[in-house]
């Protein structure tokens, strides 16, 4: 989950690492450092806590020199210290690296490295990689670092720089991301497109037990054993820097929730051609989908409740049994899977630790899997048999707001197609429901053209503790998603229970002046979500629900509306999502929090 940026070029290093790494800082922001080879050796600059800590070091006390790499770290082995944060240096100070991932026999080999006169410094498993190249290393820096990782068990992405190396940098990965931005006369390396998009769209992929030797005018790519790739993946990225800032908005996240209309509009572009829904992603013959006998969705966080709409979804228009499970569970679950189960894999970021390891388990037991993500060359499209991509560019915020809108769009696609290709629905119901999914775009504006409510509702609960969410039907994961958002940007406690589940427990939790947040939109349960709101009202909850434009009745059950458009029921998941969304964001907002870089959390989780 940490953020990774290395420089070869004529440009002053620390500029394009503390760039670079600005642009990464939602993979961490524990600490944060960079290492400079320059005419005084090997410099390295590390401080605890967010990156302007680094920033204002490297102000006062420059550091010069053309080749360099930096890190902005999400702590997993040893607490936020200056001592613990990257990069790390060997026993001589001639070794610098920088990693994301995680070592899982490190106390093996730092017990081994300590018992030949290693001094280790930090708590980290880095460290020992270190020491490591430092124990190979004869002169060949490349076979030094190729030696060492053949040592680690576990996940990696690295950049390494020797002193003797001036002009010179290593690159390698396992199972965590790394690129390589391809520059005139000088390239990147990086965890993430953002950081290296100021300097060029051409990227290079570093793929798993790949080594890169990068210097300023060339990379070559080998694999462990030195054998060179003749033609390392490339990727052109068509979207540019300005995609990656604020965009004149106060916070990415905002910003984001206000691209979610055209989230959804590049989501579903080209996917209906003369009453087929196309969905060529699938690579499946017709009568391959419509043999589809079970699907498994498979997904983490936000993305495992974008699953939970599409079961409900699937279900009711291709009749085809769903299960959902959290990734990190699937694997160790023993699910029932054969040829005829499609395995669908949810991330946004393509690079989820437990999701990949959940595809790699599919695949293994035989089932055909499909991806779902938002980045073009992440790591779960290379492992899956097809992806679907959301098309909703850059998201910055570490909580999803856009991908997860434009994941629910892409499923209701894949529902579809499921649905065409078995004859589950007639022609005109299909047809029907994409003219009404088509709208999405125009609903989510006109639910972003009025928030001043939102705000106002959000300043009257900024002192709460505690709230709970509630829902029926396809509401349930709609409330669990706003119950997430809520807990992770505010700090707020919330948790989220099928509306009918209240008098099975929760219900004791309600305190007087408690909100609870219902999801109330027209539909078929819509008479038992008003009962379960009396209930809480009786014990004096303070009751804001989400409701349908138009429902006046809904005033004598709440203190707060937030109203949406109506739609069809089925297709009410995303626009109930959007207030909710705005909902957390300003009660964050006004508690003082900042909701880009919520505590403890990163955006894209690399390691199980």
Known sequence: MCGIVGYVGPRQASDVLIGGLARLEYRGYDSAGVAIIGENGLDIVRRVGKLVNLTGAVAETPVPGTIGIGHTRWATHGRPSEENAHPHADCTGRVAVVHNGIIENYVELREELAATGHMLRSETDTETIAHLIESYYDGDLVAAV????????????????????????????????????????????????????????????????????????????????????????????????????????????????????????????????????????????????????????????????????????????????????VSSEFRYSDPIIDDDTLVVAITQSGETADTLAGVREARDRGAKVIAITNVVGSRVTRESDGVIYTHAGPEIGVAATKTFTAQIAALYVLALKLAQAKGALPQERIE?????????????????????????????????????????????????????????????????????????????????????????????????????????????????????????????????????????????????????????????????????????????????
Not at 207 to 226: C, E, H, K, Y
Not at 237 to 254: I, P, R, Y
Not at 474 to 502: C, F, R, T
Request: charge should be negative.
């Open 146 to 325: 190729s030696s060492a990782i053949k040592r680690l068990d576990g996940s990696y992405a690295l950049a390494v720089m020797h002193l003797d190396h001036p002009g010179m940098m290593v690159a390698a990965r396992k199972d965590s991301p790394l690129i390589i931005g391809i520059g005139e006369g000088e390239n990147v390396v990086a965890s993430d497109i953002p950081a290296v998009l100021e300097y060029t769209r051409e990227v290079l992929i570093l793929n798993d037990d790949q080594i890169a030797t990068v210097s300023g005018d060339a990379v070559r790519v080998t694999t462990l054993d030195g054998h060179e790739v003749g033609a390392p993946e490339m990727l052109h990225v068509e979207w540019d820097l300005e995609a990656a800032e604020k965009g004149g908005f106060e916070d990415f996240m905002l910003k984001e929730i206000f691209e979610q209309p055209k989230a959804i509009r590049e989501t579903l572009r080209g996917r209906m051609c003369e009453g087929e829904i196309q969905l060529s992603e699938l690579d499946m013959a017709p009568e391959q989908v419509a043999r589809i006998g079970r699907v498994y969705i498979i997904a983490c966080g936000t993305s495992f409740h974008a699953g939970m709409i599409s079961k409900t979804i699937i279900e009711q228009w291709a009749r085809v049994p769903v299960e959902v499970e």
């Open 432 to 608: 029907h429901l994409w003219s009404e999914l088509s709208r999405m775009p125009e609903i989510v504006e006109t639910i972003l053209e009025d928030i001043d409510g939102l705000k106002e509702c959000g300043a009257r609960y900024v002192g709460a503790s505690s709230s709970l969410f509630l829902g029926r039907g396809i509401g349930v994961p709609v409330a669990m998603e706003g119950a997430l958002k809520l807990k992770e940007i505010s700090y707020i406690h919330a948790e989220a229970y099928p509306a009918g589940e209240m008098k099975h427990g929760p219900i004791a939790l309600i305190t007087e002046g408690m909100p609870i947040v219902v999801v109330a939109t027209q539909g078929h349960t819509y008479e038992k979500v008003v009962s379960n709101i009396q209930e809480v009202r009786a014990r004096g909850a303070q009751v804001i629900a989400v409701a349908t434009h138009g429902d006046d009745e809904i005033h004598r059950h709440a203190e707060h509306i937030l109203y949406v458009p109506a739609t069809a029921e089925s297709l009410s998941a995303i626009p109930a999502t959007i207030p909710l969304q705005l909902l957390s964001y300003y009660i964050a907002k006004a508690r003082g929090c900042n909701v880009d870089q919520p505590r403890n959390l990163a955006k894209s989780v690399t390691v199980e």
